[in-house]
């Protein structure tokens, strides 16, 4: 995944730290976690994800056009209802994840940082006659993110997806500065990803690698509509739908709260019977620190680790709490 080219002008506010790797063009925080994420679970603040990618789809035949690429079923959806699908390859695997809403015009989606132009070549790839635009909005749209039970309000004309977790919003990239300060605090992305964790929701390139597959990250249902046929990589789907068996499955970890260090990114995880010599059974994919639950982490491992099995994610114990069933 490649890492975003903007970078927010937010980062000069006082106290910001700027993200790392594929998040480096926004703040990771503003020095204080905690307090920004207690601010989120509350309501209030504004979270800037102005470095992910911005989509649009234009034309008569958008969404028709759209239902036949992705995983969800679109060709029905109603103005200013949010829904997030998915692209796969050939055999299934995860490529792209999209999160969407149509105004009635126009279809937005926001991506993953850097995915955008990848994700924009494919698509132009595969308009043959139908009568659709696709463009890349990145430049012109800074994403931000509203929690749920923020009073803030919608500039006029502004895009907007509204969900459980709160409101996303494709704002003028020229307006992100003076948003933000109408509407703040500004929080950074750490404090989003926490609560990204604790909702147990996957990000594209966190909780995937290069093979995985829906099933095992619980996008059935939200991203993957099991009643629509005709896109790629649908025929795996099917498949591990009716049998019931993917390779691996999503859990959620309650870490042990005395060690100060974090597993990163793909830290081996193994069964606490075995120690720490023992076989691999999978992978953290994100860690993060809760202002209530502490240590916590989401992590991939084999289906046919027991649900109550201890673990160890690298040299952490850690308390397995189901998220896809085994």
Not at 80 to 95: F, K, M, V, Y
Not at 226 to 232: A, D, N, V
Request: glycine letters at 8%; charged letters at 20%; hydrophobic letters at 40%.
């Amino acid at each position: 995944m490649q890492r975003p080219s903007l970078s927010s002008p937010l980062l000069t506010l006082p106290g910001a730290v700027p993200g790392e790797g594929v998040d480096e063009g926004v703040a990771a925080h503003y020095g204080d976690l905690f307090r920004e994420q207690r601010s989120l679970a509350d309501g209030a603040g504004v979270v800037d994800l102005s470095h992910r990618g911005v989509l649009t789809v234009t034309g008569d035949d958008r969404l028709s056009w759209l239902h036949l690429l992705l995983t969800q079923h679109v060709e029905q959806l109603p103005p200013d209802q949010a829904t997030e699908a998915l692209i796969l390859s050939a055999n299934g695997h995860i490529e792209h994840a999209l999160y969407l809403v149509d105004d009635g015009t126009t279809t937005w989606a926001h991506v993953e940082p850097g995915t955008q132009e990848a994700l924009l070549a494919y698509l132009e790839s595969m308009k043959f006659f139908y009568r659709v635009e696709v463009a890349d909005r990145t430049a012109e749209f800074a994403l931000v993110h509203l929690p749920a039970g923020s009073i803030a309000k919608v500039p006029d004309g502004v895009a907007v997806r509204e969900t459980a977790y709160g409101r996303d919003l494709f704002l003028p990239r020229e307006d992100l500065e003076s948003y933000a300060a109408a509407n703040g605090p500004a929080i950074g992305l750490l404090a989003h990803e926490a609560l990204r964790v604790e909702q147990h929701r996957p990000r594209l390139g966190f909780e995937t690698d290069h093979r995985t597959i829906p099933h095992e990250l619980g996008w059935i249902g939200t991203a993957v509509h099991l009643q629509k046929g005709c896109y790629r990589g649908q025929e795996t789907v099917a498949r591990v739908q009716n049998l019931g068996k993917p390779p691996r499955r999503l859990v959620f970890l309650h870490l042990d709260g005395s060690e100060v260090h974090l597993p990163p990114h793909g830290a081996e995880v193994r069964l606490a019977a075995d120690g720490l010599e023992g076989r691999k059974i999978g992978f953290v994919t994100t860690s993060a620190r809760h202002h209530e639950l502490g240590p916590i982490a989401l992590a991939l491992v084999k289906r046919n680790v027991p649900a109550d099995a201890e673990l160890i994610a690298e040299t952490t114990a850690a308390a397995q709490e189901v998220v896809v069933e085994p």
